[in-house]
């Protein structure tokens, strides 16, 4: 997929985080601080690892500025609701980057943290799948735990295989 334009990519972006955030809507309070294995990320982290990403490397970075991603930890947000309200505010501080950003600037060539170059409209497309690959944990996590989550198009699979029709041709 390319991006062309600021306003469609923001467009669906906004689509994506509103999937990220029904799932998120499911996760029990008690649960935040929990995690599959000792040292891996807790559910809390995982949010705070979306969110903290999304404004201090993929923004950062679309600005074409250094990136000042320090980690996910307790330091940044503690408890659920501290979590959402640090998940809902660097998410509005990125998208008001985002839309100072014109059509044009999404052929640029930016610095990534890597040391190598990358046209944006690239960037903000692996914005999108780190988003996507996160919240794919969120499932697996909220999955371990026996809790439902939402389908991401109105059906779960169960539901599409009960619906299909063999192809038999």
Known sequence: ???????????????????TERVIACIPL????????????????IIRHIAAIERYLYAQTALDKSAAYLGCGKELADGPEEVLRFFR????????????LLDEDLQKKI??????????WKWLRALVEHEIHHRAQ?????????????????LTSEEVHEQSIPDLG
Do not use: C, V
């Open 89 to 100: 505010a660097k998410h509005q501080e990125s998208i008001t980057i985002f839309q100072s």
């Open 30 to 45: 008690e649960l935040y601080d929990w995690t599959y294995k000792e040292g891996k990320f807790t559910i809390a982290d």
């Open 111 to 120: 610095d990534t943290p890597g040391g190598g170059k990358i046209t944006l």
């Open 138 to 154: 969120l499932y697996i996590y909220l999955g371990m735990l026996d809790i439902p989550t939402p389908p991401i198009f109105e």
């Open 1 to 19: 997929m390319e991006i062309s334009s600021l306003n469609s990519f923001l467009d669906y972006y906004g689509r994506i985080r509103q999937r």
